[in-house]
């Protein structure tokens, strides 16, 4: 159980144009979901927290306008990185939060990896 | 403020050796908690180990312990018997903000040689 997909794995975009990634948990409900940014060799950033029904809150640093998080349902959440530059490519986790169990845990997508050109 | 530090960039080890990666902590608070988790080179996060700060005895799962020391606000996590696939990144977090957010250390990769 708790098992969270993301959706692409992988994907190359041009600059100036957006991307939407999905996180999707598929077997419990995720009433709280983060997005995290890894740079190679690199720690995890907390990017936002996103809440069922309400809007995201983002961390210190990180641009709203460009990082659109919509978290519509319980099971989903969206990231979409507006007018993208060569400077966002990096792999982007989610997590979600609310699992039957512990929930204290968080239970990691499998992350996507973005490369603007 | 939650701050994770991670001292050692590297560690290398032998197939069916015990390994201890450092992990301490720096928090005010009374109630908090220390996680250990796996990233190998797909990305993935895979969750390892918790500990409690007031669980009473050290937290164990299969082949990872926890050596937790409040005094030294350290939370060392232990490989025992080494495999070839523990070969991976390895990330000590704690959460903050009412155990909402994760606040990551800069990890520790490990590499396991035959």
């Known amino acids: 159980g708790a098992v969270v997909s993301q959706h692409p794995s992988r994907v190359i975009c041009k600059s100036g144009t957006s991307v939407k990634i999905e996180c999707r948990s598929l077997?419990?409900?995720?009433?709280?979901m983060f997005w995290y940014r890894q740079f190679p060799k690199q720690s995890l950033m907390l990017m936002a927290t996103?809440?069922?029904?309400?809007?995201?809150?983002?961390e210190q640093g990180v641009e709203k306008d460009k990082f659109l998080i919509n978290h519509a349902s319980l099971t989903l959440s969206t990231l979409t990185v507006t007018s993208a530059h060569p400077e966002d490519s990096s792999f982007y986790i989610c997590?979600?939060?609310?699992?039957?169990?512990?929930?204290?845990?968080?239970?990691f997508g499998p992350g996507t990896r973005l490369t603007v050109t | 403020a939650q701050k994770i530090t991670q001292t050692q960039p590297g560690m290398f080890v032998q197939e069916k050796e015990a390994v201890t990666l450092d992990c301490t902590y720096d928090?005010?608070?009374?109630?908090?908690?220390l996680f250990w988790y796996k990233q190998p080179s797909s990305g993935e996060m895979i969750f390892l180990i918790y500990?409690?700060?007031?669980?009473?005895q050290n937290a164990t799962e299969g082949r990872y312990s926890l050596n937790f020391q409040k005094a030294r606000k350290s939370a060392n996590l232990v490989i025992s018997a080494s495999q070839l696939g523990d070969s991976a990144m390895y990330f000590c977090?704690?959460?903050?903000?009412?155990?909402?957010?994760?606040?990551f250390g800069t990890g520790t990769r490990l590499l396991v040689s035959p």
């Open positions: 928090t005010s608070d009374q109630s908090y908690g």
């Open positions: 077997d419990f409900q995720a009433t709280t």
């Open positions: 997590s979600a939060r609310g699992g039957r169990d512990r929930t204290y845990e968080q239970y």
């Open positions: 977090a704690s959460p903050r903000g009412g155990f909402q957010k994760l606040v």
């Open positions: 996103s809440n069922e029904g309400s809007k995201a809150t983002y």
């Open positions: 500990q409690g700060s007031y669980d009473e």
